[in-house]
């Protein structure tokens, strides 16, 4: 079911992706699972937050915050931060989400913060830049973040970052914002 869940949202389909993801956590949760419940319940406020259901996604998150508490899993930490700070840029609470990227930068443990996650600690600053209207650090961000992702062949990475530069670019390169959203359409 976390696989169908992952399908699911990869294919664009969150209503139904939502709710494997409660079956699957459920179903974990039975078999006392706690890295697959982590699993299913991170993933599904993913899915919440990209739906537009913001307080299914705070709830999720504050299970998956006393579940990490509980198995005292540090990389579970990273990741419940960076999806926090996705879900407060998305609620345009910018000052929480500041927070929560500081406490991430600030976490002391480069074991556990692969290139894959500094990246996507670097898009979601990019994203908190740019509502900032901060244009010129959100740009340094997502051209990182391409660089990266294209260097790496992390296409969703990629495509975020590209759409990121596309809607920086559309007022004073309208030819390369359309090129840039073209080839995230791709």
């Known amino acids: 079911v976390l696989r169908e869940a992952r399908l699911l949202e990869r294919i664009g389909s969150l209503s139904q992706a939502r709710r494997a993801y409660v079956d ?71 000052d929480r989400a500041k927070l929560l990227l500081r406490e991430w930068n600030e976490i002391q443990a480069p074991q556990l913060k692969s290139a894959v996650v500094m990246a996507r600690y670097e898009l979601l600053c990019a994203q908190l830049y740019e509502r900032l209207n901060d244009l010129d650090k959100s740009l340094l961000a997502y051209q990182e973040v391409y660089v990266f992702a294209n260097h790496q062949g992390e296409s969703v990475l990629k495509r975020q970052a590209l759409v990121g530069l596309g809607r920086l670019t559309r007022t004073y390169n309208p030819s390369s914002a359309v090129e840039m959203l073209l080839e995230a359409a791709r």
């Open 24 to 94: 699957a956590a459920k179903h974990f949760l039975e078999l006392q699972m706690w890295t697959q419940v982590w699993q299913a319940t991170i993933e599904g406020a993913i899915a919440n937050r990209r739906y537009g259901t913001f307080s299914e996604a705070a709830k999720l998150l504050s299970n998956a915050e006393r579940l990490w508490q509980s198995q005292k899993q540090p990389a579970w930490q990273i990741e419940w931060l960076l999806e926090s700070a996705a879900l407060a840029i998305a609620q345009a609470h910018f």
